[in-house]
């Protein structure tokens, strides 16, 4: 998974608390993102961190030179459920965006499957962390049931 300026400390250690129950064991986070060893991170990893291995890197860069397929939270991107997954999915990056503006323009070129996620209520959006959430759940899931 790679995160993209994610900058609030409760949502990037609820997004390495996510990565390590889904067993995603590294992400690949933007240098603008919160610092991991912030007290708040921490805590909300809840013991999380070490377990999961958390890099700080360009991402551009990053995904430029990725051989894998990048599966990016857009709100343009084909719903959930309508596309097939590959099962058992063993590689691939899911890219989350900014808590308030999304995925970098920058970052955009790289999504090899837009996706998002069907909305059926009013709320005006998820955070990052539950989006990673449901994001991991609906691609990781199939490969359980295998």
């Known amino acids: 998974m790679a995160l993209d300026g994610i900058r609030d400390p409760g ?18 986070v933007s240098e603008d993102s919160a610092d991991i060893f912030n007290p708040k991170v921490v805590q909300a990893t809840m013991g999380s961190i070490f377990r999961t291995n958390v890099y700080y890197k360009d991402l551009t860069r990053y995904l430029a030179e990725s051989k894998v397929p990048v599966y990016g939270a857009l709100l ?6 309508s596309f097939p997954i590959p099962v058992p999915m063993t590689e691939g990056i899911i890219l989350i965006g900014n808590e308030s503006i999304g995925i970098s323009p920058a970052l955009l070129p790289f999504i090899t499957q ?3 996620i069907p909305q059926f209520g009013q709320a005006e959006s998820l955070n990052a962390a539950v ?6 759940g609906h691609l990781k899931i199939p490969s359980y049931r295998q």
């Open 114 to 116: 837009a996706v998002k």
């Open 11 to 28: 949502n990037m250690g609820t997004l390495i608390r996510i990565a390590d129950w889904f067993g995603v064991d590294q992400l690949i």
């Open 131 to 136: 989006a990673a959430a449901v994001l991991l």
């Open 76 to 81: 343009n991107g084909m719903p959930l459920g």
